[in-house]
């Protein structure tokens, strides 16, 4: 190039610039500097689970999380629903295992980073979380029972390199849990306590085992990151230079849109729980979000509080000052990561959506919720706004 045909270049650059168009101003580089991968801290310690970072423990837990033998029928696994292939999630709008259930599955990257699980945030930990599953009539609709015996046949000398020895399984029935048929109750009612607490304890080093392999599960580089990257640094992107259309989205998406409110640092989530008028699923069973779920994760007794935990209890900060009640909580559901969004349709918790132009038209019409009051606010976005947002949220899963 020609000095000459630098310099047009550049004036057409910063006039460009000067449009306020395509430059972006020193707060928003700051606001793309938060979002990009590499602001994404290293995941903390998980003090109540102290097998978190042991190799051996993530291993037994990548293979039970893709085993159907961990299931009442034997047809199901965790990997049924949470396809590795498909970011751990099945694209349907609502889970199908045992039986059909009320809620989409959530996609699993980066899920250790987050202090609630489920859409509602039922359970506190990701090892809590893992035994809702194995015993949910709908999903893998085992027992704890059966699952103690089925580790000690067939994964026994694994476990107990990891977790010490296996109790003595003789006497406990082949099926009982205190969440089971009314058979399976009696069962776990008529074990003397000792016994329950045992299988109870291997009951929770399962969780713990495959909470250590989903720590693992992590969300890839994408071209938004590559393109922060650039602009941080000053270096022309090449290849992974956005469009005029795709900077709109983005600063939409950080601006006017106030998508960043919720969707915010670098997996695109506040991990809070919101309601944003997303409506019902008609003939569905009512569901309330979080407002229920806060009885549910106290009661755990896998919860933080109870004798599963290891560690200290000074771990449980956000168990001890949960917001128990309030009319915020009432539909309100935990924001989803955006990364890789564009790529796995349906959305929303029950799949009310089937794309993500249906998306974007309900947060610029954003409706009144059937029940509680939704946090979004008409953003009446032009045609052009709406496929420049959509545009931007495809760079999250390139
Ligand atoms: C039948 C399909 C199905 C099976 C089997 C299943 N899940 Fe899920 N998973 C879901 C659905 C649906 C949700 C959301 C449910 C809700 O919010 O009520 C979910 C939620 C989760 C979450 C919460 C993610 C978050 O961001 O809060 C994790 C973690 C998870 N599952 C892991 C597992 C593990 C581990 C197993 C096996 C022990 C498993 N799942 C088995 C469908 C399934
Ligand atoms: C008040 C907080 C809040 C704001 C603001 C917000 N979101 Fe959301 N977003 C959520 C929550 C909560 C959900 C899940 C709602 C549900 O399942 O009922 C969600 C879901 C989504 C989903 C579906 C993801 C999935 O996996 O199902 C997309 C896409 C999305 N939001 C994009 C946006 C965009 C684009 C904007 C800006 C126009 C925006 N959001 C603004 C909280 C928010």
């Not at 550049?10 to 395509?22: E, S």
């Not at 961990?70 to 099945?90: A, E, N, P, W, Y």
């Not at 291997?202 to 990257?229: C, L």
């Amino acid at each position: 190039m020609s000095r000459l045909s630098r310099l047009l270049a550049l004036l057409a650059m910063a006039v460009l610039a000067g449009c306020g168009k395509l430059a972006f101003s020193d707060a928003e580089k700051n606001t793309i500097a938060s979002l990009a991968l590499s602001a994404l801290p290293p995941l903390k310690t998980d003090t109540t689970n102290r097998y978190a970072d042991v190799p051996a423990a993530a291993a037994l837990g990548s293979t039970l999380f893709f085993d159907t033998g961990m299931s009442g029928d034997g047809l199901v696994s965790c990997s049924t629903c949470h396809k590795i292939d498909r970011q751990f999630q099945d694209d349907l709008p609502r889970a199908v295992g045992v039986g059909r259930t009320n809620r989409r599955t959530m996609p699993l990257a980066g899920v250790a980073h987050d202090p609630w699980f489920f859409w509602d945030g039922r359970r506190d930990s990701l090892w809590a979380q893992a035994l809702a599953p194995l015993e949910n009539p709908l999903e893998q609709a085992g027992n704890r029972a059966a699952y103690a015996h089925y580790i000690k046949a067939r994964f026994g000398e694994r476990y107990e390199r990891i977790f010490g020895p296996l109790p003595d399984l003789s006497d406990v029935p082949a099926n009982a849990s205190p969440l089971g048929s009314d058979v399976q109750k009696a069962a776990w009612n008529a074990m003397p306590a000792a016994q329950a607490e045992a299988v109870n304890r291997v009951f929770a080093n399962i969780g713990k085992a495959i909470a250590a392999f989903e720590r693992s599960i992590a969300p890839p580089r994408t071209r938004f990151d590559r393109f922060a990257a650039a602009l941080a640094t000053g270096i022309q992107p090449g290849d992974d230079a956005f469009s005029p259309e795709e900077i709109l989205g983005l600063k939409l998406f950080i601006g006017k849109a106030n998508c960043v409110t919720c969707h915010t640092g670098p997996r695109f989530t506040d991990s809070g729980f919101h309601n944003t008028g997303v409506p019902p699923v008609a003939n569905l069973p009512p569901d309330r979000g979080r407002v229920d779920a806060v009885a549910q994760v106290e009661a755990d007794p896998f919860n933080c509080f109870g004798a599963f935990r290891d560690g200290e209890a000074s771990a449980c900060g956000e168990l001890r000052f949960m917001v128990k009640s309030g009319p915020e909580l009432v539909r309100a559901y935990k924001t989803p990561s955006l990364r890789g969004a564009a790529t796995r349709a349906p959305y929303m918790h029950a799949g009310q959506f089937s794309s993500l132009d249906e998306v974007v038209a309900h947060y610029s019409k954003a409706p009144a919720s059937v029940e509680g009051t939704s946090e979004v606010h008409p953003l009446q976005l032009s045609d052009r706004e709406r496929a420049a947002l959509v545009a931007f949220l495809k760079t999250l899963a390139e």
